[in-house]
């Protein structure tokens, strides 16, 4: 506590990219039955954007180009009952090769923009899934 009264807050920090190839958008399935965006934790003197390219290579063997912040939000863990704070990047695929599951997760998927409100996924992972899709489709507007 400072002499303010103000008690800081320590949260762990997750960086998670939405990787959209042919329309469909890549996840992985935890243990817990629950599909995520591909991610992890930032290591000290790493950036965000190398952060976000390493987990999802590590967890997919996908390698990607890091783009744009999509989202920012502190996310409450009910299994564990800590908060996360977790950054959300759109980012773009640099294989055609098939995405390959890690031993982090249980599953791997790519699903269509119409099949992600039926997943059991986070809310927020949704709502950063849907900004993607859509700055995707704006960009490609404006390049026809």
Do not use: Q
């Amino acid at each position: 506590m400072t002499d303010s009264g103000y008690v800081p807050h320590l949260y762990s920090v997750s960086i998670k990219g939405v990787v959209v190839r042919e329309g469909r958008v890549l996840l992985v399935k935890t243990d817990r039955g629950e599909w995520e965006l591909p991610g992890g934790r930032i290591e000290p003197g790493e950036t965000p954007e190398d952060c976000v390219a390493r987990e999802v290579a590590e967890e997919t063997r996908w390698p990607v180009t890091t783009g744009p912040i999509l989202d920012a939000r502190l996310h409450y863990m009910t299994v564990t009952g800590k908060y996360v704070f977790i950054v959300t990047y759109g980012c773009y695929p640099d294989t055609d090769a098939a995405p390959v599951r890690s031993d982090e997760h249980e599953e791997i998927g790519l699903f269509a923009e119409d099949e992600i409100a039926a997943l059991n996924l986070p809310e927020g992972y949704k709502r950063s899934i849907a900004t993607w899709f859509t700055r995707l489709r704006a960009a490609e507007t404006s390049r026809n």
